[in-house]
């Protein structure tokens, strides 16, 4: 399977807690985009890496949020200090970085807070 | 420029055309797009538009682009239950950070 993977795709955690989600992106894809999404809302972007360089970052992603992609390929995004509010599907994308080039989502990662 | 809306349900029936609307607010978008969710599947890009057209047509699809309104429409030719999905659309800026809207649910009648 050459697609996007996510792993977990699932992870229930305690209040406080730090979690860490893994994305394997496409392997030419050079752009990767993460998003968090909440029932009956559409995606919300978080931040994007150019190979390791992280690009953008979204006003959305706190201090207690930080994503890596140490090597131009698989990405990390570690929440800290886990709240009720952080309950979502967080979304990993991937693209060759030409213009309008098309995004590929993975099946997300589906945070419970409790 | 990151509000991009849509309204939440769309009914048809089955063989009729669907329309569904969305305005968004950032002029220096690039490009638009429309995504279709399916219940527990992941996010599929059905086509997109490059911000200096007006219309883009793809097999059933047709994509109609105002941009002195910021209104972009994707008309579903012959709608069939397959097509029953929550829809995107979506604006990518100058620096590449994509907004989506709400989604509209489609529900297609037999």
């Known amino acids: 399977d050459t697609g996007v993977s996510q792993d977990p795709r699932h992870k229930i955690t305690k209040r406080g807690q730090n979690v860490t989600f893994r994305c394997d992106p496409i392997s030419e894809h050079n752009r990767l985009y993460w998003y968090r999404q909440t029932l009956g809302q559409g995606p919300e972007f978080l931040t994007y890496?150019?190979?390791?360089?992280?690009?953008?970052k979204s006003r959305l992603l706190s201090d207690r949020f930080s994503a890596e992609r140490p090597k131009g390929s698989f990405s990390t995004l570690e929440i800290q200090r886990t709240e009720q509010g952080d309950s979502a599907m967080y979304l990993c994308?991937?693209?060759?970085?030409?213009?309008?080039?098309?995004?590929?989502f993975g099946p997300g990662t589906r945070l419970t807070v409790t | 420029g990151e509000d991009v809306e849509q309204s939440l349900f769309l009914s048809v029936r089955e063989g009729d055309s669907s329309v569904i609307n969305c305005t968004y607010t950032?002029?220096?978008?690039?490009?638009l797009y429309w995504y279709k969710q399916e219940p527990g599947a992941g996010l599929q890009l059905l086509t997109y538009i490059f911000s200096n057209m007006d219309m883009k047509q793809d097999q059933r699809l047709t994509v109609l682009l105002n941009k002195k309104d910021k209104h972009l429409s994707l008309r579903i030719a012959d709608t069939q239950t397959g097509d029953s999905a929550i829809y995107f659309c979506a604006e990518s800026t100058p620096g590449n950070q994509f907004y989506f809207g709400t989604g509209t649910s489609l529900t297609v009648i037999p």
């Open positions: 890496f150019q190979n390791e360089a992280q690009l953008e």
């Open positions: 950032d002029s220096s978008s690039t490009y």
């Open positions: 994308a991937s693209s060759l970085g030409q213009r309008g080039s098309e995004q590929y």
